[in-house]
């Protein structure tokens, strides 16, 4: 890991990836979900992190559908 601008984490290893649905565009957000998740925004990329737990994550997705 290193700091970056900002406060910011980058964090080595880190497999993002963001929907199909939003294919060349950059208005959106990417995930990586290994022991916690995180979230950030595709536009932003060294910007600030979300993160959470795999089970608040998929309880977040219960909740969208």
Do not use: N, P, Y
């Not at 700091?3 to 984490?9: M, Q, Y």
Request: glycine share 8%.
């Amino acid at each position: 890991m290193r700091t970056l601008r900002g406060g910011a984490v980058a964090r080595s290893g880190a497999s993002w990836k963001k929907s199909t649905h939003s294919v060349g565009a950059d208005e959106c957000v990417e995930i990586s979900a290994a022991d916690i998740v995180r979230v950030r925004d595709s536009k932003k990329r060294h910007s600030r992190e979300i993160t959470c737990s795999r089970t608040v994550w998929q309880g977040f997705l219960d909740w969208l559908k």
